[in-house]
């Protein structure tokens, strides 16, 4: 697979250096001239995406050639993607699709590709635009997760990499528009049908849970009264497996010597994903004056995820170590422990996502020279989850012994324990871990809802460097809540109801089948049915904490967009000019709601609120230099922003008073900022590319962002005097200002670099490899920015892989299709929900992801013409997922989700 995988890279650049130096051209004496002459500029006419729709052909390489010409028609950098035919898109979400692009990464979280990196900023400098309006998400903070959205609902979907002034809700790292049809953009009624059955190739690790699924979606598109009221609708329906093997290390504790594993847990994990999309689109053209458009999106997302596993204290428990194995690194890679106690767990994670989003849009025409539009739209987000933990184990007194080893290579270990962990006749109910509870819940909600309202006008000029004049403004209000309400559960007894027990033998009707847990050497764990157990055998008891207090908050922005932009279309000799330059003058409002928490006392938590006024002014240009032989040239100027991420604007502070020594009267504690600025960058964009018509291209770019404004952790002030005296205080009176640790403004660093791309079908060689084809492309980024202040060790900012590769061969001839996907990226810092719910940053290992898939599609004419057949291989060489500890290196998870097998029948008609 390493020879595949070197095979594949080179042959993308053995390609595109054959191309550059041959300077090989496709356009054919009867293809018009260069459409960049006309100074349109598909990409950039949000929310109307006709260009990517406008093209009939189907199969890959229609959606290759759509993609490239919205990349080339465009006067700013762009990437694009466009659907091979109508709900289409050869991905499981969005996600995966736009992961294909060149300097974009996706993170996968529970073997799902879910949220993005650009230019090596995670998702929380980016913004995610549907139809060209600014959408909210079911996360914690601004970052999107694009598995919420199905694939076969987005038709095309262009990323940003340099701003223009009319780009309202731009991102400092980029801007990803997702869009859906429109159907007046059609000659005729389109309906297509599509269904797939999928299996994971890991089998069903949990008893009651399946590995097999299925995805099913249907599109519709018309156009009625002389075509000038056009109607798209678009159902999907997915219902697949999740299956994970995984493994989790507690940490390695030192000696001063050697590294031993403190704790683990052997896992396996499977979840029901049912996911269920409806897009609707009615556009009415009455005539070539007005047009108005109503968009409609709606997403729901069901998780159900059952996780059976063993965790044991090792090095961190009393546990006594005989034995020791010790490599060369001075990690302690075999041995025996003994005293040992586990925990056998049944966990249950469930969650509900929904997502809507509605668009009502206008556009007026006042003749030759004027135009102008009129936006309305309004989006929401609300996830409840449910996270219950439940613990099972010997009874008290029992303890065990077990011998491990640890490959180095995979970080994963193998146990040997010595009793029998799927005794029913020995396993109760308990708290063998002594964490003094019996089990835990969680129950996190999410509600996020964004109102917009948008004017624009447009001036075209007949003469002169600018084509037209833009001018417009755009208003909205965002409001995002989260809270974490959390309680202990607690036994209550058997059947009888009877007083509370510390150790509960379990019904033998709630008893299941062990679950398997042989890949790090473990025969079976005890396994239960989780909600009947619930039910039968614990009662829940409040949490109150501060921490609790800490993640129960309110965020309101008021944020008003004023911008102004001429459009450039001139020559200067022989060189075409196109591009724009404007300002966008962005005031925002912003306020929160939390609590003050003095002294851990979370039962008396203080309503606190605050917020701050501020005004950006964002300076854009971008130019295209048109030359000889479909050559382009760009470069692109820009101030860029992006808010601060929600969680650091929360009004919610932990604040305690020292009693005595020398600090006696201080106040101390740590919380958010509700007054944090936004990060801001000067960037600067330079891009050559070569197209051979409309058919391929190869290009290469060069970035630079100088982060002027950066938010990392900092001790500030607070106005203490309105704190309350703690209880039981007799000290001086306390100093009026306190200093706490909150995230705030400070210097930036400097980030980097350079991009490769190639699209090309091999006929342009020879008529030979008609069918044949390549997508390449491959980044590097250097960072200067250290993410916890420039006084502090370096260590990588969220979302950079310092090198990322994508490669997709494909061929298409006669019906068949056949296409090879690699995408590759380098180890990179991500964030996954953690203990207590939030998100917490890992060190996550590069990974090399390869998938395939082949296909025959009847030709026209014949019996089945319109049918498609489709099998498809995801993550075929099970590529694990891997985290590791940033300061030693050892390994802190691993995880193995199997291949994913898609057998998928498609109609169109």
Not at 284 to 300: C, H, K, V
Not at 466 to 487: D, H, I, T
Request: aromatic share 10%; net charge negative.
């Amino acid at each position: 697979m390493l020879q595949l995988r070197r095979n594949l890279l080179s042959v993308a650049l053995a390609s595109a250096t054959a191309l550059m130096a041959t300077g090989v051209h496709a356009q054919s004496a009867a293809e018009p001239a260069n459409d960049q002459e006309t100074g349109n500029d598909t990409a950039t006419q949000s929310p109307d995406a006709t260009t990517l729709d406008s093209v009939v052909v189907t199969g890959i390489r229609a959606g290759i050639e759509r993609a490239i010409d919205a990349k080339r028609e465009s006067t700013s950098i762009v990437e694009a993607i466009s659907a091979e035919d109508i709900g289409k898109l050869p991905d499981v979400s969005i996600a995966d699709s736009i992961n294909r692009l060149p300097g974009l990464a996706m993170q996968r979280v529970a073997g799902r590709s879910s949220t993005v990196s650009i230019r090596g900023l995670s998702g929380d400098y980016g913004t995610t635009l549907l139809n060209g309006r600014e959408q909210v998400s079911v996360s914690d903070n601004r970052t999107v997760e694009y598995d919420q959205y199905p694939a076969e609902l987005i038709n095309g979907v262009v990323v940003y990499k340099t701003p223009d002034a009319s780009l309202v809700g731009q991102g400092l790292s980029g801007t990803v528009d997702l869009r859906t049809v429109r159907p007046l953009a059609f000659s005729e009624r389109v309906v297509s049908l599509n269904a797939r059955y999928e299996d994971n190739s890991l089998g069903e690790l949990n008893p009651g849970t399946d590995d097999t699924g299925y995805r099913a979606s249907a599109s519709y598109i018309d156009q009625f009264l002389d075509d000038r009221l056009g109607v798209a609708l678009g159902y999907s329906r997915y219902t697949a497996p999740g299956q994970a093997n995984r493994w989790e290390a507690w940490g390695y504790p030192t000696d001063g010597t050697h590294h031993v594993l403190g704790g683990s847990k052997s896992l396996a994990s499977s979840t029901d994903n049912t996911r269920q999309g409806l897009m609707g689109v009615v556009q009415f053209r009455p005539n070539d004056r007005y047009e108005t458009t109503l968009d409609l999106f709606y997403s729901e997302f069901e998780k159900s995820e059952t996780t059976r596993f063993l965790e044991v204290g090792l090095g961190w428990s009393g546990a006594t170590l005989s034995n020791p194995v010790v490599d060369e690194d001075g990690v302690v890679v075999g041995g025996t422990f003994t005293g040992v106690r586990p925990v056998l767990r049944n966990d249950l994670n469930e969650g509900d996502d929904e997502l809507f989003a509605v668009g009502w849009n206008h556009k007026f025409n006042f003749g030759d020279y004027w135009s102008a539009e009129a936006d309305l739209s309004y989006s929401s987000a609300d996830r409840r989850e449910s996270i219950l933990e439940t613990y099972s184990g010997y009874r008290a007194g029992i303890t065990d012994t077990v011998d491990f080893t640890l490959d180095r290579k995979t970080g994963k270990p193998t146990f040997s324990f010595g009793l029998d962990y799927t005794d029913p006749a020995q396993v109760v109910l308990t708290d063998p871990g002594g964490w003094g509870q019996d089990g835990y819940i969680k129950t996190p909600e999410v509600e996020d809802t964004l109102k917009s309202f948008r004017l624009n006008a447009e001036r075209l000029f007949d003469t002169g460097m600018f084509s037209s004049v833009e001018f417009g403004a755009n208003y909205s209000e965002r409001e995002k809540s989260r809270s974490v309400p959390e309680a202990f559960l607690e036994l209550i007894g058997g059947p009888d109801r009877g007083a509370g027990f510390d150790e509960v033998a379990i019904d033998p009707r709630f008893i299941l089948s062990p679950v398997d847990l042989s890949f790090t050497g473990i025969p079976g764990s005890f396994s239960y049915d989780i909600n009947g157990v619930l039910d039968q055998y614990y009662q829940q008891v409040g949490n109150v904490h501060a921490d609790i207090s800490n993640k129960q908050w309110t965020i309101n922005e008021e944020v008003s967009t004023f911008y102004v932009q001429g459009n450039i279309n001139t020559d200067i000799g022989s060189v075409g000019i196109r591009g724009n330059v404007g300002v966008q003058v962005v005031r925002t409002d912003q306020s929160s709601q939390g609590f003050l928490v003095v002294q851990g006392d979370a039962a008396n938590a203080v309503p606190n609120d605050g917020g701050a006024t501020y005004t950006n002014v964002l300076p854009s240009l971008n130019l295209s230099f048109l030359l000889p032989h479909d050559q382009v040239l760009r470069t692109a100027v820009a101030k860029q922003m992006a808010r601060p991420r929600i969680d650091q604007l929360r009004a919610n502070s932990n604040m305690s008073l020292e009693f005595a020594g020398q600090n006696i009267g201080d106040w101390t504690g740590s919380g958010g900022n509700p007054e944090l600025d936004p990060w801001e960058a000067d960037a600067f964009d330079v891009s050559y590319e070569k197209y051979f018509g409309d058919r391929g291209y190869v290009s290469a770019a060069w970035f630079f962002k100088d982060l002027t404004s950066y938010i990392y952790d900092q001790q500030i002030a607070v106005d203490a005097s309105d704190f309350p005296i703690p209880p039981g205080y007799v000290g001086p009176t306390p100093d009026p200002v306190g200093f706490y640790t909150a995230p705030a403004n400070g210097k930036g660093g400097r980030l980097s670099g350079f991009e490769f791309a190639v699209s090309i079908p091999f006929d342009l060689f020879t008529p030979a490899l008609e069918g044949f084809g390549l997508q390449a492309n491959h980044s590097n980024t250097n960072s200067s920015i250290k993410p916890n202040g420039p006084d502090q060790p370096s260590g990588p900012i969220p979302g950079l892989s310092d090198e990322v590769t994508n490669i997709t061969l494909y061929y298409e001839r006669a019906g068949f299709q056949a296409r090879l996907s690699q995408r590759k990226r380098s180890d990179f810092l991500g964030e996954i929900q953690g203990f207590g719910a939030d998100r917490t940053p890992r060190y996550i290992k590069g990974e090399e992801v390869l998938d395939a898939q082949i296909g025959y599609s009847f030709a026209d004419g014949t019996a089945l013409e319109g049918l498609s057949l489709l099998l498809q291989v995801n993550n075929l060489t099970d590529e694990p997922y891997r985290e590791y500890f940033f300061d030693n290196g050892l390994a802190q998870r691993y995880e193995e989700y199997g291949r994913q097998v898609l057998f998928g029948v498609s109609y169109r008609f």
